[in-house]
């Protein structure tokens, strides 16, 4: 049985998750959106990890699963997908650090298993997190504002927001590009008088 070609498809595009992605071409996006986001990344890390030691180990399996991800599908904008990329990694890790094997349990009813209800303390935590944000981007500019809400939290487009706000679709990308990098700023960076005392 022979394929017949559908006129309307378009072959030519290279981020179709069926088409095969040429190495040369992944390897350039990785060097140009990925590897400037080390600094970041390992900011991330640091913050976010317990053991220095790991960290290395981190950022080189957070690279792999973004290199592999991309042969399929290149992500655009690259640096949330590297961010949640490191977010997810960083949960599996804390998982495996918690498995306790069968064999070392006698008795199964004396397994924490853990419910699908979030305990107290993540409670606590993730209400820490939102009000955190919510300072974080109450120090912004209010135009930067106003895209990263528009884009992040209700999911707009470039070219919706830059209609709603009656500016351009390259203005709405300057501002989610600094507004991201002054969040990250203000949620990720160590405070002055910590830095001080180093």
Not at 4 to 16: G, I, L
Not at 101 to 114: G, H, K, N
């Amino acid at each position: 049985m022979t394929e017949t070609r559908d006129p309307n498809r378009d072959d030519t595009d290279p981020q179709r998750v069926d088409a095969a992605i040429p190495m040369h071409e992944l390897e350039v996006w990785f060097a140009r959106e990925v590897l400037p986001l080390e600094a970041g990344l390992m900011q991330f890390l640091h913050h976010n990890w317990h053991n220095t030691s790991d960290i290395a180990d981190l950022r080189q399996d957070v690279y792999v699963r973004v290199f592999e991800a991309a042969q399929k599908h290149i992500p655009a904008p690259a640096k949330p997908f590297v961010f949640a990329i490191a977010r997810n990694l960083i949960i599996d890790w804390i998982r495996r650090e918690h498995v306790v094997p069968i064999e070392a349990v006698a008795d199964l009813d004396s397994l924490d298993v853990a419910s699908d209800v979030p305990g107290p303390d993540r409670s606590a935590m993730a209400r820490e997190e939102l009000r955190r944000l919510q300072v974080a981007l109450a120090r912004l500019p209010p135009r930067c504002r106003e895209v990263i809400v528009k884009k992040r939290i209700e999911g707009l487009s470039r070219h919706e927001i830059a209609a709603r706000m009656g500016i351009t679709a390259d203005t709405v990308s300057a501002h989610l590009t600094d507004g991201m990098h002054a969040l990250a700023d203000l949620l990720y960076s160590e405070p002055a008088d910590i830095r001080r005392k180093a």
